[in-house]
């Protein structure tokens, strides 16, 4: 779409990809424990590439931000709906919600940022 100059000059490109693909955060949220594996590896693989564009259509004037839409209440995640109040998982409507809000505020500056719509908050890497 960038090269087909499809895109407007002010574009903003939001990735939905997942805190799980943080590999600091495995340190605490998995300690001592593994598992997921496919599903922490592909997040890992969709964060860099994430950052890799950011860094290639930065000097373009887009804005390409890594959005964690926080912990829904979904067919993916009913493995943990024993969890799903404790932890605060919202609907997705609430979860689609807070991506926009987080598009919407996102500007040149951000570019490159793992903001995690749940708090606004940056992601470590």
């Known amino acids: 779409m960038v090269n087909a100059g499809a895109l407007a000059k ?12 943080s590999v600091e955060w ?9 598992g ?10 969709c964060n860099i590439a994430g950052a ?6 930065r000097s ?9 839409p926080g912990f829904n209440r979904t067919e993916m995640t009913k493995k943990y709906e ?6 605060g998982a919202v609907q997705p409507s609430e ?9 919407i505020r996102a500007k040149i500056e951000d570019t490159g940022n793992f903001v995690n719509c749940e708090d606004g908050l940056q992601i470590p890497w």
């Open 60 to 68: 373009k004037g887009f804005t390409v931000i890594l959005l964690h």
């Open 10 to 21: 002010d574009a903003k490109l939001a990735i939905i990809t997942s805190q799980a693909g």
């Open 52 to 57: 890799l564009q950011a860094e290639e259509l």
């Open 26 to 34: 495995r340190s605490t949220q998995n300690k001592d424990d593994g």
């Open 82 to 87: 024993a969890i799903w109040d404790i932890e």
């Open 95 to 103: 979860g689609a919600k807070r991506v926009i809000f987080e598009v």
């Open 36 to 45: 997921d594996y496919g599903h922490h590896m592909s997040r890992a693989a």
